[in-house]
């Protein structure tokens, strides 16, 4: 490992991923050979996560394309420099800012979307300019396997290098001094990862997650925020960071939200759901067990049908549900969807300002004043109004957390710019030399210093 990263050092300096033209041939690469390989990386999703191939490519392929689309348009711009405004103080000069590659960047992506969430930020890391080593997680082997072959095909080793392996491989990594790591996971990992980067004084992005809430207030059109609160849920059977953890909605709602909760999980994955064959699955039995002690049986007013054999739990709605029950002690990660209910909205916010900041926030409203105090008044990473997940499906908004959430953010410019150092130059002309900042002080230099500097 060590000789790989020596070779990945050696690469880099030798500029060769500099010109933007290099950077472009091997994201068309990797663009044509996500299409090629487009089955073989289904069915390495649908053995870790048993994800359907339609939630495969709309979740994980599909958004991987849809980035490199978008620097296969926007990268050439995106490289240039900037020439900014240059203060009188320096007249004459010309300022400008360049963005330039950090360098050799570690990459640790996690299980839950094993292909997007590795391949991703790599893309971005590629179209900054960087040298990448990618660890994948040992919790999903055979995305993890797919994942190595397809950028195998696509870069030398010395350009991208994949790194798979458990706990020991993780430590060795973070114990190099690369000039950037990418992490995606707990918050739990993402301390560890933040001490450990401390060491070597690495700069870090965490994407972790947290407890997002879901906003139901008295003005929400019911029948449309359960369906789209169902597919966000238990996309993925709610194995989704940005998934809305539980529900908050106003104590007149609680049973018709309830009710057409109901109707909505029946319409999306059928009567019968550990039974069908689009319904995911929980990574491994460690998870499995952890998400069914969440399952009170007291608590439980729809699903709650679980198959160990298969690691298969039916989406499940409980309530009532309270902040000291222990489904609202941890982030669930899961198909369990508990419903808490609030008489007003003051009660919300101060609520919110007491708890971690999570990674994401949904409201469901159609009242003006209520969103924007939701939005003004409410810290954390993003999210939707009238919807849920979807703010992260674009390459136009950053996407990222704050506070116990995470730091630092990506997608399209926004993941360019963290894969990037802006570098300040001032271009200094010789044929004007300004006598004011030099030895010896005489009141004419300091009035001429006093009329610059203001």
Sequence with gaps: MDKLLQKQRDFFYSGATLPVSARVKYLKKLQAAIRHQQDELCQALYRDLGKSPNEAYMCEIGMCLEEIAYFLKHLPKLAQDKTVKTAMSNFPAKSIIRPEPRGNVLIISPWNYPLLLSVEPLIDAVAAGNTVVLKPSAYSPHTSQAVRQLLQAVFPEEYVAVVTGGRQENQHLLSQPFDYIFFTGSMAVGKEVLRRAAENLTP???????KSPCLVDESARLDLAARRIVFGKFLNCGQTCVAPDYIWCHESLREPLLNALKREITAQFGSHPLQNPHYGKIINEKHFRRLTHLLHPDKIVFGGETNPQTLQIAP?????????????????????LPVLTYRNLDEVIDELHRRP???ALYLFSEDRAHIQRITRHCSYGGGCINDTIMHLTTPYLPFGGVGASG??????????????HHKSLLDRKTWLDMPARYQSYTSWKDKLLRLFLR
């Design 204 to 210: 870090v992005t965490l994407e972790l997650g947290g």
């Design 316 to 336: 499940t709605l409980l309530s009532p549900v309270t902040w000291e029950d222990p489904v609202m002690q941890e982030e669930i990660f899961g198909p369990i």
């Design 357 to 359: 900041h999570p990674l």
């Design 407 to 420: 730091m630092g953010h990506y997608h399209g410019k926004f993941g360019f710019e963290t894969f990037s």
